[in-house]
């Protein structure tokens, strides 16, 4: 095992449907493959094992994002790199999330509209586009697109393994890997 003196932490934010777990999956297995110790937090999973009737209201996803804020610092400050994949629609939550735990990586997981539709593993598009739940993020949700993160994939155009070389690349120039 090797450590890390100080861990990092990968923050993927984007719209239901945009790839956020399966590159967090692929990263962690890439991560823990080289050596490295790793925690997925996974915003779906969270929300299951802790409060599953917490809803999706603006306060309700800026507690829960409040929460999984300190967990990743937690984790960072004791040498883990913690792989964060929420959607995270506000920014203002984000660039909280950034200064609080400071060796942040910031990747903005995208998908066109049409391509998440065609996906929609849990079918929440169709419920959205038959009016059976309301604010679904990316169909009538909020989400605040990332102004300046350090990594933006497009999961219509490139593979797991490409977006996760891409995100330990720029871990790599940004000193948080040798
Ligand atoms: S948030 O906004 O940061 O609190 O979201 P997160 O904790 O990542 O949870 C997102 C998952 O919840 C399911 N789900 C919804 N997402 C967005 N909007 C609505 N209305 C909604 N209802 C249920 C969905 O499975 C999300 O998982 P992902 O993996 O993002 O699709
Ligand atoms: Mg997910």
Do not use: C
């Amino acid at each position: 095992m090797k450590s890390l003196e100080q861990g990092f932490t990968i923050w993927l934010t984007g719209p239901s449907g945009a790839g956020k777990t399966t590159l967090a999956v692929r990263l962690a297995k890439k991560l823990r493959e080289m050596g490295y110790r790793v925690e997925v937090l996974d915003g779906d999973t969270i929300r299951k094992t802790l409060y599953p009737n917490l809803g999706f209201s603006k306060e309700a996803r800026e507690m829960h994002n409040r929460i999984v804020i300190h967990m990743a610092k937690l984790l960072t400050r004791n040498g883990v790199i913690a792989i964060v994949s929420l959607i995270s629609p506000y920014r203002a939550v984000r660039e909280f999330a950034r200064k609080e735990i400071g060796r942040f990586i910031e990747v903005y997981v995208y998908a066109p509209l049409e391509v998440r539709i065609q996906r929609d593993p849990k079918g929440l598009y169709k419920k959205a586009m038959r009016g059976e739940i309301k604010g679904l993020t990316g169909y009538d949700g909020v989400y605040e697109e990332p102004e300046n993160p350090e990594v933006v994939v497009d999961s219509s155009k490139m593979t797991p393994e490409e977006e996760a070389e891409l995100v330990i690349q720029r871990a790599r120039e940004l000193g948080y890997l040798p």
